[in-house]
């Protein structure tokens, strides 16, 4: 089993950038497939961005694609979501998880999930 523990979130305003991390602890991160989710007030969870277990793909949201980065460094146990140019519809609790399999965009494929980091962005 995996815990995964994001950090980095905070309040900034539209334009500014921000770096998450999700750091692994229990199991190495370089056998999961891992993945990006936010969820705002009074909506569902959505997918924002994932990375297969190599690193050498990646997916992203329409609503995030240009700005948004994924990356990992399994060296450190260590998944990153670099997000520019922030918008305040990019406001929400973001979530990383890890899935033994595929990964991609689908929300049931991930096994494991931190608790989440806030992120607001005031315009």
């Known amino acids: 089993q995996v815990q995964l523990v994001e950090s980095g979130g905070g309040l900034v305003e539209a334009g500014d950038s921000l770096r998450l991390s999700c750091a692994a602890s229990?199991?190495?991160?370089?056998?999961?497939?891992m993945g990006w989710f936010r969820q705002a007030p009074g909506k569902e969870r959505e997918f924002v961005a994932a990375?297969?277990?190599?690193?050498?793909?990646?997916y992203y949201a329409d609503s995030v694609k240009g700005r948004f980065t994924i990356s990992r460094d399994n060296a450190k146990n260590t998944v990153y979501l670099q997000m520019n140019s922030l918008k305040p519809e990019d406001t929400a609790v973001y979530y990383c998880?890890?899935?033994?399999?595929?990964?991609?965009?689908?929300?049931?494929?991930?096994?494991?999930w931190g608790q989440g980091t806030q992120v607001t962005v005031s315009s």
């Open positions: 229990g199991r190495t991160l370089s056998s999961y497939s």
């Open positions: 998880a890890a899935d033994r399999g595929y990964g991609g965009a689908n929300i049931k494929n991930y096994d494991y």
């Open positions: 990375i297969s277990w190599s690193g050498g793909s990646t």
